[in-house]
């Protein structure tokens, strides 16, 4: 492909703000774009819902960063026990990452994650009881991020009060600018992470719980299905991923009704659409973006253009999710859409584990603040809304007013 790589512009806030012009663009351009995102690494963006949809079943693509020929992907994970942090099932390819997602798929099946609404509204709840008496909050650091950081705490028995501390190190090691990250940051994040986990485990080893991580111990240590750093790594996998993107589902997801009152008053007024609508926000600007990466195997072709081994592959799912070929007028918000097959929790082996858990908590957090906060409105011109930039997708910050009645 001749074309030169198209820069996405992570400094640039309107660019954060929405970036769907340019994907449009993008994917107008062609089914498969050169791009550099962020941290500078050059990937090959697959642009289309149909192209996207196939290349997340593609063999040839590998969800292992070993299969990259860029070492700058390596670069970016800690320089110690580098290997240990990619020995999840997110960056391994079968026969590893059958066994690895087979030990944990239990707890997230539709019918235990269903098991937990009553939990989740409690919890939801009580956070709103917190904020609602002030008529104004953020509602992402006083709702969106408690949220699922409690909810996945619980559920694999870590401790609520640590959450400052391992959310802090997540970021460091997750997040992602328009620069290089620091490899010393990096680095030393992981160090905090790694002391910590391994800590947590000799605790419940010596007094385990009903909850996930002793069950992954009694693995490791009874039935030997998964060795120490792969518990290591299934741990910090289970605890960043079961809250980061929940996160951005429901403060973006607030955003966009916000921006489209129409939408939020027909949500308010009928909470039976609220699955529906959760799927519709996921497609429509959700918490992953622009994509999923992979890694060629081997020289492939997607859509007639050739791609060569090693290459990072970035199905994007946030331009494919508004693909006018799979979705009518995919630029509008319609929580009433039909047939809404998006890619956001992607597809094939690697489908997002925890996709039943995220829409629970979308569907009880955004119909209970619907709910709860009366004339909700943002407290803030809505270009003043900062977006973390690179890979991750919501608002920083939502500030927003609403009267103080509070129903229940």
Not at 174 to 180: M, S, T, V
Request: charged share 25%.
């Amino acid at each position: 492909m001749s074309q030169q790589p198209v820069l996405l512009p992570y400094a640039d806030p309107a660019f954060l703000a929405d970036p769907f012009p340019l994907y449009r663009q993008l994917r107008e351009e062609g089914p498969v774009r050169r791009a550099v995102i962020a941290g500078g690494l050059e990937t090959w963006l697959v642009t289309r819902y149909e192209d996207g949809l196939a290349a997340l079943s593609d063999p040839r693509l590998s969800s292992d960063v070993h299969d990259a020929s860029d070492p700058r992907l390596l670069e970016q994970l800690p320089a110690t026990e580098r290997a240990s942090l990619l020995s999840n099932m997110l960056r391994t390819d079968p026969p590893d990452h059958t066994r690895l997602r087979r030990l944990v798929s239990k707890a997230f099946t539709a019918r235990r994650v269903a098991e937990l609404r009553p939990r989740v509204q409690e919890i939801t709840d009580r956070l709103l009881d917190d904020i609602v008496p002030a008529g104004r909050a953020d509602l992402v650091a006083d709702f969106a991020l408690p949220l699922p950081v409690t909810v996945i705490s619980e559920l694999l028995g870590v401790p609520v009060a640590d959450r400052h501390d391992f959310q802090g190190w997540t970021d460091d090691m997750i997040l992602r600018r328009a620069e290089q990250p620091d490899p010393a940051v990096v680095d030393t994040a992981w160090q905090h992470m790694r002391t910590y986990l391994t800590g947590l485990l000799e605790a419940k080893r010596a007094r385990p719980g009903d909850d996930l991580l002793s069950a992954l111990i009694t693995a490791r240590d009874e039935e030997q299905r998964l060795d120490e750093d792969e518990l290591i790594a299934m741990a910090f996998l289970l605890l960043a991923a079961g809250y980061i993107t929940t996160v951005n589902l429901i403060g973006g997801g607030i955003a966009a009704l916000l921006a489209h009152p129409g939408q939020m008053e027909m949500l308010r007024d009928d909470p039976a659409l609220l699955p529906g609508a959760i799927e519709e926000l996921l497609r429509y600007d959700g918490p992953v973006s622009p994509g999923i990466a992979r890694f060629a195997r081997e020289d492939v072709s997607i859509a007639g253009v050739a791609i060569p081994r090693g290459a990072t592959v970035l199905i994007a799912s946030a331009i494919a999710d508004r693909d006018p070929g799979q979705f009518p007028d995919p630029d509008d918000l319609d929580i009433t859409r039909q047939d809404n097959a998006h890619l956001a929790f992607g597809h094939g082996i690697h489908y997002c584990l925890g996709a039943p858990l995220a829409r629970l908590e979308g569907q009880v957090a955004i119909g209970t603040v619907l709910r709860r906060l009366p004339g909700l409105a943002l407290a803030v011109p809505p270009g003043e809304l900062r977006w973390r930039p690179g890979g991750l997708r919501g608002p920083e910050r939502l500030p927003v007013t609403f009267s103080s009645d509070g129903a229940n």
